[in-house]
Every structure is written in C-alpha cells, then in structure tokens.
C-alpha cells in the first residue's frame, strides 16, 4: 500500500518517517521479504551502513545495484583485484575497503549457506518459526538496538563468515526484511492499527 501522495500529512507513521523515507517505510521496511536476492542485498546494505545514516545508503541503492551486479552473490564471490579497485574508485557507492571486502566475503559465505540451508530466506525464517515478530513499541524511544534474537543471529552469521553482522546491524536488516514487524503501534502499518 502506498499513501506517500497528497494526504500522506493526515496519515500516521513512525517517528522516523520523513519525506525522504516515505516510499521505503510504507512499501518495504518491516513487509517479510522471501525473495533471495534481496535478503542478500539488505543483508549487505545494512552493513554498508555502519557508522553512516541509512539515507546515504538509500540513495546510493541504485548505484549498488548497478556495480554489484544486481547483487548476483555467484559473481560478487568471484571479484578479483581489478573489480575490487573499481568498486573502490566508483563514487555512487560506499567506498570503504573494509565494507567492499565484507560484500566479497559475504557472497562466498551466502553461496555456502544456500548449500547448507538452502539460502537466507530458509535460515533466517526458520528463527521465528515462519511468521514475523509482531511488536507494539509506541516508537518514543523504547525500540531496542538489538535483542537476544539478533545476538543469536548475528553469532551464527559470524560463525559462518559472514562480515559486518553486529547484533545492531542484524537487528535492523530484520526490522527491515519483515523478520520483526517494529512499525510503532500508532503508526497505519502496525497491523493492530489495520484492525481498528
């Protein structure tokens, strides 16, 4: 459902949720992704965005998407040298080396995991039993950073390879992904707001 038009002022929504984040927060953050490559691209932007605001990360999407090859893990896991300069000399993404490096490594950590657990989508639902984590945070400040959930997560991404899987970062890509549902209980997309 998108409102982010000319009555989008009446309609109530998180706190965070400025102009620039409308599109994002009605249509994606918090609806549960099942789709690999995008599971594989969250994953690795919200690791682009340690230390960063998520809006640099936002506008640069499109730009990822477009040198990371569509986010095509079998391609990125290969990146040699040469890619990696380019990568770090294009302007449109994040260029860390740290960062970079942890998307290669990811890529090969995800091709691993797709053998074992037959990709994210499997492994990461399989955490909640299916079904999204339905929270009523009021959105003023009681939102955690992370929770023993993502501390477990994050623990076993790490155990597996996976770069840039703090318990923060892993607590926001599954708010993002739909894992947790943490739109605030006022906002039109808390699904007790959809009841009333």
């Given at each position: 459902?998108?409102?982010?038009?000319?009555?989008?002022?009446?309609?109530?929504r998180c706190s965070w949720a400025n102009p620039r984040y409308l599109a994002y927060h009605d249509e994606e953050w918090g609806v549960p992704c099942h789709d690999e490559r995008r599971l594989f691209e969250m994953l690795n932007l919200e690791g682009a965005q340690a230390g960063?605001?998520?809006?640099?990360?936002?506008?640069?999407?499109?730009?990822?998407?477009?040198?990371?090859?569509?986010?095509?893990?079998?391609?990125?896991?290969?990146?040699?040298d040469a890619k990696v300069a380019e990568l770090l000399a294009n302007p449109g993404i994040i260029r860390n080396r740290l960062k970079v490096a942890a998307a290669i490594t990811n890529a090969q950590a995800y091709l691993r995991l797709r053998d074992e657990a037959g990709g994210l989508a499997p492994y990461l639902w399989a955490y909640v039993d299916g079904k999204p984590i339905l929270n009523a945070w009021t959105g003023k400040g009681d939102t955690p950073a992370k929770t023993p959930l993502?501390?477990?997560i994050s623990k076993?991404?790490?155990?597996?390879?996976?770069?840039?899987?703090?318990?923060?970062?892993?607590?926001?890509?599954m708010q993002a992904t739909g894992l947790v549902n943490d739109h605030a209980a006022g906002c039109?997309?808390?699904?007790?707001?959809?009841?009333?």
């Open positions: 459902m998108s409102v982010h038009d000319a009555d989008a002022a009446a309609i109530q960063l605001s998520w809006e640099t990360v936002l506008n640069k999407r499109d730009n990822y998407r477009i040198a990371f090859d569509g986010w095509d893990a079998e391609k990125i896991a290969r990146y040699d993502s501390d477990r076993d991404l790490s155990k597996r390879g996976f770069k840039f899987v703090g318990s923060t970062i892993i607590y926001a890509y039109f997309l808390h699904p007790h707001a959809a009841a009333e």
